[in-house]
């Protein structure tokens, strides 16, 4: 099992620009959540999905879409970067809870 | 929504001694309570949990306790190694969310 991938490791954009950052799990969990990862911060949770075609929203949801058509794969949508958008984003599967988090990609935004 | 407070934010001790992490949270529905270890550039991984309905856990030289009367749970390390060093997060969980402490900095000293 390779667990939970994410693409790609880094990123620099320009403000304005839209992206997509991917993740997939070959685990077959029903949980996948995004997180961004600010400087000397916990983690805070963007949109999470219980199942495929299914999304919510968490803590931190604005300038961010997501959709869940398949199990595996949880794609993360910045509409128009901004710069304080600049984080660490991680990606996590679980089957309740996510348990397993991908190796994060690092986006900056200029 | 949630609320967690985590103390202390860094702390330094010597190999062979214990430390403790400690951790507050305000949302009387949580009923999960995991912690997270993340070393410098990884990812957050999961290294013990805790349910409601238990007030401690033990694993090997890692164990939590929980007292969800006074809404605080924490984190024990025993014969603390050098690989032990790295951030250490007290998650809550309620539903399909989690909500990350602030992290403690844990240096073990040799």
Redesign the interface.
């Known amino acids: 099992n390779a667990g939970v991938t994410q693409t790609p490791k880094f990123q620099v954009l320009k403000t304005g620009q839209s992206m997509t950052l991917q993740c997939a799990q070959d685990m077959n969990h029903e949980?996948m959540?995004w997180?961004r990862q600010d400087p000397?911060?916990?983690?805070?949770?963007i949109h999470?999905s219980?199942g495929a075609g299914i999304t919510?929203q968490?803590?931190v949801p604005n300038g961010y879409n997501v959709s869940r058509s398949t199990t595996e794969d949880f794609p993360l949508r910045l509409l128009s970067a901004a710069p304080s958008q600049t984080s660490v984003y991680?990606c996590a599967s679980g089957t309740?809870?996510?348990?397993?988090?991908?190796?994060?990609t690092r986006l900056s935004i200029l | 929504g949630e609320n967690v407070e985590q103390h202390p934010s860094t702390l330094s001790v010597q190999e062979g001694d214990s430390a403790v992490i400690k951790c507050t949270y305000s949302d009387s529905a949580s009923n999960y309570f995991p912690w997270y270890k993340q070393e410098l550039g990884k990812r957050p991984q999961l290294i013990i949990d805790i349910r409601s309905n238990v007030g401690e856990k033990k694993d090997q030289r890692i164990a939590v306790t929980l007292n969800k009367t006074a809404k605080h749970f924490s984190l024990h390390i025993t014969e603390t190694q050098p690989e032990d060093s790295a951030v250490y997060f007290c998650v809550t969980g309620g539903g399909n969310k989690l909500t990350f402490g602030t992290g403690t900095q844990l240096k073990v000293e040799l």
């Open positions: 949980y959540s997180y000397g911060m916990g983690l805070r949770l999470y219980v919510d968490g803590e991680f309740e809870q996510p348990q397993h988090f991908g190796d994060g």
